[in-house]
């Protein structure tokens, strides 16, 4: 059985698999209409079941459309109006999930509930996001990064702002793909030492924006309040020496590249000429979400990897 509830999971080799099917399945489709299956239809028949406690649009949207393009059906359903909503156990739902469907892909707060899921379901579990990690995001941002023509050995990438759960991956994903990310983010908002450790010697955490940035080959930024986190104004404010701006940009290699999961919040954590610029790559990042997915399914079905 094969949970993908963190990019340990998969591997330097799981990952590079999943990277590799993902630009061959997206070359074999370009230009169809997007309700079309894959020609292979590799997952015809399955069933992937969707489970949200948190907001979603492109988690949501991707992993409905992935399923479908792999030949198989999805059933989404928003955590609240389930029997989840009215304190059924994850235990109990990832029975009956299993029962009905072939996977479950769960978006969360509690990182032990994924945890959770996958020790009793009998299908294969997918972190769709907890507070504490988002894989499936960093497969789809490593896939526009090696589309930009950038490999990922020796890589350098600045992270700014929040210390949340897309650095988290972002750092296990430096250990495990031999990439260096530095994060600049103010004191209070750092990612925890157990995050940092997940780099494996190629993460650190430094103050100063610029020199976080300096010669890096792809700039990351992210929300500034996550999901279930309050609206702090003293947060916003600790955070607005982050902002990824185009003087910022300037310390980066002149091919830099940014990156930001979506949602944005413009005029916060990133400027508007940077976000909507020349170096910003973000509609290619989010529709790679679906390509990314594809190739998590089939890892977790066993088909490559
Ligand atoms: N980046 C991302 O996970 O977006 P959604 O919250 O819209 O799924
Ligand atoms: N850090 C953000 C990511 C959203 C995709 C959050 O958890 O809300």
């Known amino acids: 059985m094969r949970h993908f509830l963190n990019l340990s999971d998969a591997g330097p080799d799981g990952i590079a698999a999943m990277l590799a099917d993902a630009l061959d399945r997206k070359a074999a489709r370009a230009g169809w209409p997007r309700g079309r299956a894959d020609a292979d239809a590799p997952l015809a028949g399955h069933v992937l079941a969707c489970v949200f406690e948190k907001n979603s649009t492109r988690t949501r949207v991707s992993f409905d459309m992935a399923i479908r393009q792999l030949g198989g059906t999805s059933i989404v359903m928003d955590a609240g109006t389930t029997q989840l909503g009215r304190g059924e156990t994850v235990a109990d739902t990832a029975r009956i999930l299993s029962g009905y469907c072939d996977a479950i892909m769960i978006r969360t707060d509690d990182h032990i509930k994924v945890e959770e899921m996958a020790a009793y379901a009998n299908v294969p579990v997918i972190n769709g ?44 994903a430096a250990g495990l793909m031999q990439f260096d990310v530095t994060a600049a983010c103010p004191r209070g908002f750092q990612p925890s030492d157990a995050d940092v450790a997940l780099g494996k010697g ?82 290619a990042e989010a529709a790679n979400r679906l390509h990314a997915q594809k190739s998590v399914l089939r890892w977790c079905f066993g088909q490559i990897g």
């Not at 499936?136 to 020796?154: N, R, S």
């Not at 924006?209 to 279930?228: F, H, K, L, N, Q």
């Not at 944005?264 to 973000?282: C, F, M, W």
């Open 129 to 172: 996001l907890t507070d504490a990690s988002h894989p499936c995001q960093i497969i789809a941002d490593l896939l526009t990064i090696v589309e930009a023509g950038k490999a990922l050995p020796g890589l350098k990438v600045a992270w700014l702002g929040d210390g949340n759960n897309v650095l988290a991956s972002i750092m296990e």
């Open 202 to 283: 190629r993460a650190r955490v430094v103050a100063d924006p610029a020199e976080a940035v300096a010669g890096s080959d792809v700039v990351v930024t992210d929300s500034w309040i996550s999901m279930g986190q309050l609206h702090a104004d003293t947060k916003l404010k600790a955070l607005m020496p982050y902002q990824v701006t185009s003087q910022l940009m300037t310390c980066a290699k002149p091919d830099a590249v940014f990156l930001h999961c979506l949602p944005a919040h413009r005029g916060e954590e990133v400027a508007a000429e940077v976000i909507d610029g020349p170096q910003s790559l973000i509609w």
